[in-house]
């Protein structure tokens, strides 16, 4: 399966190529070329800027993916730029998400109030209801953390109507070597 992965190479993206490669899949790294990484030369690079992912979809096409894995992104507007850039050229966009989408964070964190979680977190556990989690901490609008917000890039792929979406969050320990098998489990699995 050809996968192309954004933001392949930072984090746990350059993991998750690897293991993608060690499976037999034909991963391929789309990254702005500011991250030294280590990787098998088998592994296909393309070098561009999410900010205009738009402008690399007859790359995309070209290329054939079956699958799309989004390591990065933020905001909705990220999120709806993916699945515009996605839509035809993949059967399906796997963006990770993160566990400050629950209820549970919004609780730990005390950007609502509540009594805390004592349940093992999953999928379906409750999300926040405040948006926005790390606004207060944006030196002005135009920094990252003001449009942060992973439940509303869920939303945009989860509820595509033309084009399949996965998004797991750092729920399944996406900080390990776990983690990057279980992503190549999730890009491999069609239901």
Wanted: charged share 25%; aromatic share 8%; glycine share 8%.
């Amino acid at each position: 399966m050809r996968i192309i992965i954004i933001g392949g190479t930072g984090f746990i993206g350059a993991l998750v190529a690897e293991r993608l490669l060690n499976a037999g899949h034909d991963p391929i790294v789309f990254h702005r070329g500011k991250t030294e990484f280590n990787l098998s030369r088998a592994v296909k690079r393309i070098r561009g800027d999410r900010t205009d992912l738009p402008a690399f979809r007859g790359e995309f096409k070209r290329l054939g993916p079956q699958v799309v894995i989004d390591m990065i992104p933020y905001t909705e507007h990220e999120a709806h730029k993916l699945m515009d850039t996605c839509r035809g050229v993949a059967e399906r966009v796997v963006a990770i998400s993160s566990m400050d989408v629950y209820q549970a964070y919004g609780r730990f964190t005390r950007l609502e109030t509540g009594p805390p979680h004592t349940a093992t977190l999953a999928e379906e556990s409750p999300l926040r209801e405040r948006l926005y989690p790390y606004r207060d901490q944006a030196k002005g609008p135009d920094d990252m953390v003001y449009s942060y917000e992973k439940i509303l890039v869920e939303r945009q792929v989860l509820h595509d109507p033309a084009l399949r979406g996965d998004c797991p969050t750092t729920a399944q320990s996406i900080w390990s070597r776990r983690s990057a098998t279980s992503l190549v489990r999730i890009s491999e699995t069609d239901g």
